[in-house]
């Protein structure tokens, strides 16, 4: 934006941001080669699973600076655990939201493997639906790479703030973490991927909404994965493709052309896509 150009309000940032999503999901559904599943994440789930003990994450590390002891904390999308389960050995209770029963099953196998019990998984979508009850409340409400794909982004972040008690925290990359396939896209689609909206039109959105987000960033990080298998698995996952059609054959060819093997036995992909990743924190309400 340049000095002659004024700032857009609030509504039309919201209003791009759901332009984007939703031509992010008429893409998705128009190439899709079966229907979609009734849990997205259920097969891929392994590859959010991550020890609570770690000491080589510094997102994590970020977020355990802003945690209290005593602290509830409400992790909306929680996944498996990546940021649920080692905050739970720092604050008082952590309530783990997410829609994915495969990811909640993850999560509850991680509880009991690290002994964890005070983190209590809640099978729901955010915003919750009309008639679920009332919204949990907790001093801070966590987001974790998790937005990118909400179309109503506004009504999302009015819900958030109204369950925060002390500050609302999200966890943002400046590219979403689902870009590593893009480049495949043209290959086995013929199409460029519509992109979804991330940390750069998520920070106006807030600041027009009144709010003086703080921001830290967490330095620049690059997706790999354990295995070939893994990566494949993940990949036809964001492409919406089936094993063994042509669409899958292409895939697999541009696979085997771009992955390469680390010094650890894990593989990524060449050209690599890394991000920075930002902690966004801003109070509740205005």
């Not at 495969?102 to 979508?125: D, K, T």
């Not at 010094?263 to 930002?278: A, M």
Request: hydrophobic share 45%.
């Amino acid at each position: 934006m340049t000095a002659a150009e004024p700032a857009l309000g609030a509504d039309a940032l919201v209003d791009a941001w759901a332009a984007r999503v939703r031509a992010n999901r008429e893409q998705s559904e128009r190439v899709r080669e079966a229907p979609e599943p009734g849990d997205f994440y259920a097969p891929v789930r392994g590859l959010f699973v991550a020890d609570p003990h770690r000491a080589d994450d510094p997102t994590l590390d970020l977020l355990v600076e802003i945690a209290r002891p005593g602290e509830t904390w409400l992790d909306i999308g929680a996944g498996a655990g990546r940021y649920a389960l080692p905050l739970a050995l720092r604050v008082g209770e952590v309530i783990a939201l997410d829609p994915s029963e495969g990811m909640l099953e993850a999560l509850r196998l991680g509880m009991a493997e690290h002994g964890i019990r005070n983190v209590l998984p809640v099978h729901a979508r955010w915003p919750l639906d009309e008639g679920a009850g009332s919204h949990p409340r907790a001093d801070v409400v966590l987001i974790a790479h998790l937005g990118y794909d909400v179309e109503r982004i506004g009504e999302f972040l009015d819900a958030m703030e109204a369950a925060a008690e002390r500050l609302c925290v999200a966890v943002l990359a400046e590219r979403v973490p689902s870009a590593p396939a893009g480049p495949f896209w043209p290959v086995v689609h013929g199409e460029e991927r519509a992109k979804l909206p991330a940390l750069g039109q998520f920070l106006p959105i807030l600041r027009a909404r009144g709010r003086e987000p703080a921001i830290t960033y967490a330095g620049r990080q690059r997706r790999g994965f354990a295995s070939r298998d893994a990566l494949l698995a993940w990949l036809r996952n964001q492409l919406f493709v089936v094993p063994g059609s042509a669409a899958d054959r292409r895939l697999v060819a541009e696979l085997d052309r771009t992955m390469v093997s680390e010094d650890d036995g894990s593989v990524s992909l060449v050209p690599s896509i890394d991000t920075r990743v930002g902690i966004v924190r801003w109070g509740p309400r205005a």
